[in-house]
């Protein structure tokens, strides 16, 4: 697809032209909503309000200003994060919030130096989940790209346009209460045990 032409012919109010680039962006979009919204039903009018977006601001793109699809990718995390903020609530998980599997994987890890096997994935999968719920949602989101997505700072600042500066700060600071949580998670553990 000759992206120029059609960003032409979308201002032109071309309706094919602009169908066309939406088959194009789904599955940028798509796989970027997806890894932030759980939720399918919200996931998908995420989608929709990111392409809403994108047509609205068009104009302001420009080609030579590196590429329509970090354009579109910085849009789709930025309506990520405000949809996330907008339903963010940090509820304070407790000890006897954990699953019996959740609390030896946390026993296992944290205070015993060992590795997860691969039958403890989907619960190291909710204890992580659990644990970064006390992160902002940028926050969030540079750990899942760091952490889960194995990203550096450079593809970061890429997809979202902070500074790598920003990135390294967030990463720090999101690091430091997630390690405050485990600890917190850890002596309420051993309280109970007593």
Request: proline share 1%; aromatic share 6%; hydrophobic share 35%.
């Given at each position: 697809m000759?992206?120029?032409s ?9 309706q ?6 939406v088959e194009?962006l789904?599955p940028?979009?798509?796989k ?14 995420t989608?929709?309000e990111?392409?809403l977006k994108?047509f ?6 420009r080609?030579h200003?590196?590429?329509l699809?970090p354009?579109?990718?910085?849009i789709?995390y ?11 609530r940090?509820p ?18 944290f205070?015993e130096?060992?590795?997860v096997d691969?039958?403890?994935a989907?619960?190291?999968?909710e204890?992580?989940e659990?644990l970064?719920?006390c992160l902002?949602?940028?926050e969030?989101l540079i750990?899942?790209m ?6 550096d ?6 997809r ?18 997630m390690r405050?949580?485990v600890k917190n ?6 309280h109970?045990s007593?």
């Open positions: 000759e992206i120029s059609c960003l032409e012919k979308i201002r032109q109010n071309d094919k032209a602009a169908t066309e680039l194009y789904y940028l979009v798509s970027i909503v997806r890894r932030r919204i759980t939720d399918p039903g919200e996931a998908e009018d989608a929709q990111v392409f994108v609205r601001h068009l104009d302001r793109f080609i200003q590196g590429g699809e354009w579109v990718s910085k789709t930025n309506t990520c994060l405000n949809r996330i903020r907008s339903q963010m940090k304070e998980v407790r000890w006897t919030d954990l699953s019996e599997g959740q609390r030896h994987l946390m026993e296992k890890v205070q130096d060992q590795q691969s039958f403890q989907t619960e190291a999968k204890l992580l659990n970064m719920q902002s949602p940028k969030k750990i899942e760091m952490e889960l997505e194995e990203l700072g450079e593809e970061i600042s890429k979202t346009g902070w500074s790598r500066v920003n990135i390294r700060v967030r990463a720090h600071r999101a690091r430091a209460k405050k949580r998670l850890l002596n309420q553990g051993s109970e007593i």
